[in-house]
């Protein structure tokens, strides 16, 4: 099966940018659409973003729209987060997670181990 890791998080300031990475390994990376959550203390996790196979489809969460953009590297078997305009309603533990299928939207099976992204005001 396939292995997420993922780099990238840290403490930044409000209105900062930040790019995160999740690198796989394991298995054929093209197979899998790759996603990215997060999740707040005392809070429920969120769908942050998705990309399919060969990045012909993408979809965001309302709150990171025009904002945070995902893409995938296949050659690299990498995943990326860019994120910008960053605020404190962004901090929590990013996580890397993926699926076989076509469903952008749908379980996801496989995850990493989550980075932490602070933003402070």
């Known amino acids: 099966q396939i292995q997420l890791v993922e780099s990238g998080g840290g403490l930044v300031q409000a209105g900062d940018s930040l790019t995160l990475s999740c690198a796989a390994s394991g298995h054929i990376f093209t197979n899998y659409i790759m996603a990215w959550f997060r999740q707040a203390p005392g809070k429920e996790r969120e769908f942050v973003a998705a990309?399919?196979?060969?990045?012909?489809?993408?979809n965001y969460g309302d709150s990171v729209k025009g904002r945070f953009t995902i893409s995938r590297d296949n050659a690299q078997n990498m995943s990326l987060l860019q994120m910008t305009s960053l605020n404190p309603d962004d901090t929590g533990t990013y996580f890397c997670?993926?699926?076989?299928?076509?469903?952008?939207?749908?379980?996801?099976?496989?995850w990493g181990q989550g980075t932490q992204v602070t933003v402070s005001s």
């Open positions: 990309i399919s196979q060969l990045s012909h489809h993408t």
């Open positions: 997670a993926a699926r076989e299928g076509s469903a952008l939207h749908a379980s996801y099976p496989y």
